[in-house]
């Protein structure tokens, strides 16, 4: 607007449509959280990891899925992004939990011992006065502890109100859910409000380990990491291992954890019950 009229003459048909699209889109997922088909989560398996490259289950992150009417499956990328963008998180994010503590249960009915579910959590939501309370009342609904959760939060959310953000992570800690710091390296949080944040654990961004093998800075940047969480008392878990490579240069530096495509897709919960059963066996 403020490049006047003429402007309207670069408003194209295509960007008319993309506007309506991401509109209906919108209309869409607001259909989707009140349907129980639509939103699905998959869940990816997360391993501990000796410094020899072996690996045993530690936990799942839990990573949602639409699958719209029309247009079939879609990726949080095609979604998530609007999905903050229209507040609609909040409720997207309760409906992901919620999905987590029922699949938690079952695997408690089923005999299994569920390991951690790691579920993420949008600053818009955490930020929310009622939070803690509502997921203590979700938890407690299912009849699980709150040491069955590990809440996934952003940099992004250490950017806002520092005071009330820290006070909340203390007091969800204090109740017994465990913290993780998503895509570490990524944001700007300083090491100043890192260290006095109750965190559990440190989660190195996929952009680190990519270029494990072929850019020293990158592999510096990953030693400082470990060397840092390890020493604030947190386990430091690598995110999107690809390659044998990447898992044995993680392993040898005594990388606690591991998650990624070599060691396993994210996937439908009832093929989690193979791991989980194989666990059993231990
Ligand atoms: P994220 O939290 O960093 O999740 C990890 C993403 O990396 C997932 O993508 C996962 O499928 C992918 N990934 C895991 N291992 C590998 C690997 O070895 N190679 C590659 N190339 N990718 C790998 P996904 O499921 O598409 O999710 C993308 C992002 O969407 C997530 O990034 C997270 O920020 C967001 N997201 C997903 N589910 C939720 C949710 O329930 N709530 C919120 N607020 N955000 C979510
Ligand atoms: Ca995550
Ligand atoms: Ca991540
Ligand atoms: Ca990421």
Redesign the pocket.
Same mark, same amino acid.
């Given at each position: 607007k403020a490049q006047g009229k003429n402007t309207y003459a670069f408003y194209t048909e295509e960007q008319t449509d993309v506007t309506v699209r991401y509109f209906a889109l919108e209309q869409d997922l607001r259909s989707a959280l009140l349907q129980d088909n639509e939103l699905t989560l998959?869940y @990816?398996p997360q391993f501990k990891l000796n410094i020899y490259g072996d690996a045993y289950l530690s936990g799942f %992150?839990? +990573?949602?899925r639409w699958h719209h009417p029309q247009q079939g499956w879609l990726?949080? /990328?095609e979604f $998530?992004p609007l999905a903050e963008e229209t507040r609609l =998180?909040i409720p +997207?994010?309760w409906k992901?939990i919620e999905l987590a503590c029922q699949q938690i249960r079952l695997w408690l009915d089923a005999g299994y011992h569920p390991p951690l579910v790691a579920?993420? $959590?949008?600053a818009l939501q955490l930020l929310q006065s009622d939070f803690n309370t509502k997921l203590d009342s979700l938890v407690h609904h299912y009849g699980l502890q709150a040491e069955h959760l590990e809440l %996934?939060i952003t940099e992004s959310l250490l950017m806002q109100d520092p005071e009330y953000t820290e006070n909340k992570l203390h007091q969800l800690r204090h109740a017994g859910y465990r913290l993780a710091l998503?895509?570490f390296g990524t944001g700007y949080s300083s090491l100043h409000r890192l260290k006095r944040l109750p965190l559990d654990r440190l989660k190195i961004d996929?952009s680190f380990v990519q270029d494990i093998g072929q850019c020293k800075e990158d592999e510096a940047i990953i030693q400082t990491v470990l060397q840092l969480g390890t020493s604030l008392g947190m386990q430091v878990l690598a995110? /999107? =291992?690809?390659t044998q490579e990447q898992l044995m240069f993680l392993a040898r530096r005594g990388c606690h954890e591991v @998650? /990624?495509? +070599?060691l396993g897709r994210?996937q439908a919960a009832s093929e989690c019950n193979f791991l989980l059963a194989a666990e059993h066996l231990d």
């Amino acid at each position: 607007k403020a490049q006047g009229k003429n402007t309207y003459a670069f408003y194209t048909e295509e960007q008319t449509d993309v506007t309506v699209r991401y509109f209906a889109l919108e209309q869409d997922l607001r259909s989707a959280l009140l349907q129980d088909n639509e939103l699905t989560l998959h869940y @990816q398996p997360q391993f501990k990891l000796n410094i020899y490259g072996d690996a045993y289950l530690s936990g799942f %992150e839990a +990573l949602v899925r639409w699958h719209h009417p029309q247009q079939g499956w879609l990726s949080p /990328g095609e979604f $998530i992004p609007l999905a903050e963008e229209t507040r609609l =998180i909040i409720p +997207l994010g309760w409906k992901v939990i919620e999905l987590a503590c029922q699949q938690i249960r079952l695997w408690l009915d089923a005999g299994y011992h569920p390991p951690l579910v790691a579920v993420n $959590i949008s600053a818009l939501q955490l930020l929310q006065s009622d939070f803690n309370t509502k997921l203590d009342s979700l938890v407690h609904h299912y009849g699980l502890q709150a040491e069955h959760l590990e809440l %996934e939060i952003t940099e992004s959310l250490l950017m806002q109100d520092p005071e009330y953000t820290e006070n909340k992570l203390h007091q969800l800690r204090h109740a017994g859910y465990r913290l993780a710091l998503d895509d570490f390296g990524t944001g700007y949080s300083s090491l100043h409000r890192l260290k006095r944040l109750p965190l559990d654990r440190l989660k190195i961004d996929r952009s680190f380990v990519q270029d494990i093998g072929q850019c020293k800075e990158d592999e510096a940047i990953i030693q400082t990491v470990l060397q840092l969480g390890t020493s604030l008392g947190m386990q430091v878990l690598a995110e /999107g =291992i690809e390659t044998q490579e990447q898992l044995m240069f993680l392993a040898r530096r005594g990388c606690h954890e591991v @998650q /990624g495509f +070599l060691l396993g897709r994210p996937q439908a919960a009832s093929e989690c019950n193979f791991l989980l059963a194989a666990e059993h066996l231990d």
